[in-house]
Nanobody, 114 residues
Framework: QVQLVESGGGLVQPGGSLRLSCAASMSIFSIYNMAWYRQAPGKQRDLVARITTSGSTNYADSVKGRFTISRDNAKNTVYLQMNSLKPEDTAVYYC????????WGQGTQVTVSS
């Protein structure tokens, strides 16, 4: 059974940084495309960043230049480095793994507020 466990969320001031981690239990992590999504209260869940099995990345326009997604296949972990955080980045952030089927973590809260 695939499990994704996020960590690293919390409260940060505007302009600050956080790094989210997602530990995955897939037996062959490297063959999964991985992504981070976020969902703010009353809004739909949106893609933040994706990294493919080959390491290609893409980002939502709202986070380009501020967020960086990366993966460590040896550790079965995907990361999201978030810099220059803004109040509008406040949301629950979800880790996603995809290979013909979507797997989701339980989410981690990120709150950007002074």
């Amino acid at each position: 059974q695939v499990q994704l466990v996020e960590s690293g969320g919390g409260l940060v001031q505007p302009g600050g940084s956080l790094r989210l981690s997602c530990a995955a239990s897939m037996s062959i992590f490297s063959i999964y495309n991985m992504a981070w999504y976020r969902q703010a209260p009353g809004k739909q869940r949106d893609l933040v960043a994706r990294i493919t099995t080959s390491g290609s990345t893409n980002y939502a326009d709202s986070v380009k230049g501020r967020f960086t997604i990366s993966r460590d296949n040896a550790k079965n972990t995907v990361y999201l480095q978030m810099n220059s955080l803004k109040p509008e980045d406040t949301a629950v952030y979800y880790c996603n793994g995809h290979r013909g089927y979507d797997y989701w973590g339980q989410g981690t809260q990120v709150t950007v507020s002074s």
